[in-house]
Each structure stands twice: as structure tokens, then as C-alpha cells.
Nanobody
Framework: QGQLVESGGGLVQPGGSLRLSCEAFGMFLSLYHIDWYRQAPGKERELVGGITTGARSSTNYIDSVKGRFTISRDNGKNTAWLQMNELKPEDTAVYYC????????????WGQGTQVTVSS
């Protein structure tokens, strides 16, 4: 049974940076597309962006984080990252990584979530 373990959240001042990690255990991350979601208090969970797997891996982002956030992966390390720069208070949320099997959308895994708080 696969598992995703996230780390790297914390408290940061506006304009600061954080790097979230999503490490896979008991599964080959190379077989999965990776998405990052976030959920702010009182709001629905929203998709922040994602990175596909395969030789032609590509990324996509919601407009509010374009140019500030970068998603990457290293299948050899079974890990994906969300680099967040120029953080704003409205980025405050619990961030989750999500893995979708490239061959079967029913095979998915969620990380446990990590809190990101942007405040002065």
C-alpha cells in the first residue's frame, strides 16, 4: 500500500519562501501524475497545480500562483516538491499532495497535509 508523506510547511513572513516535499513510500512515483492542492479555513480545497509523469513531463498552475510557485519532481528520489516564493497572506492554507496513476484514475493517494501560514 502506497503512502505520501509531506513536509516543509511552517510560518513565514509575506514575501518569504517555503519548499514543500512530497515523498512516496511503497509505490513508484514515476507511475503517477502529481497535483498539489490547498485548503484555507472555511474554503473548499482547490487545485494549485500539477506535474505530469513521463518523458515529456509538464506543469500547470492556477493563475494566482503563476510565476511564484514551481512544481518539480525527481522520480529517482520518489519525491515531488512545491517551491513557493513571494508568499502572500492569502496563500495561507493546508497544502496536500495528490498522486494519480497514469494508467488508472481510480488509483490515487493523498498526503496528510502540511500547514503553511503567511503572516507578519
Amino acid at each position: 500500500q502506497g503512502q505520501l508523506v509531506e513536509s516543509g510547511g511552517g510560518l513565514v513572513q509575506p514575501g518569504g519562501s517555503l519548499r514543500l516535499s512530497c515523498e512516496a513510500f511503497g509505490m513508484f512515483l514515476s507511475l503517477y501524475h502529481i497535483d498539489w492542492y490547498r485548503q484555507a479555513p472555511g474554503k473548499e480545497r482547490e487545485l494549485v497545480g500539477g506535474i505530469t509523469t513521463g518523458a515529456r513531463s509538464s506543469t500547470n498552475y492556477i493563475d494566482s500562483v503563476k510565476g511564484r510557485f514551481t512544481i518539480s519532481r525527481d522520480n529517482g528520489k520518489n519525491t515531488a516538491w512545491l517551491q513557493m516564493n513571494e508568499l502572500k497572506p492569502e496563500d495561507t492554507a493546508v497544502y496536500y499532495c495528490h498522486a494519480r496513476n497514469q494508467f488508472n484514475d481510480d488509483w490515487t493517494y493523498w498526503g496528510q497535509g502540511t500547514q503553511v501560514t503567511v503572516s507578519s
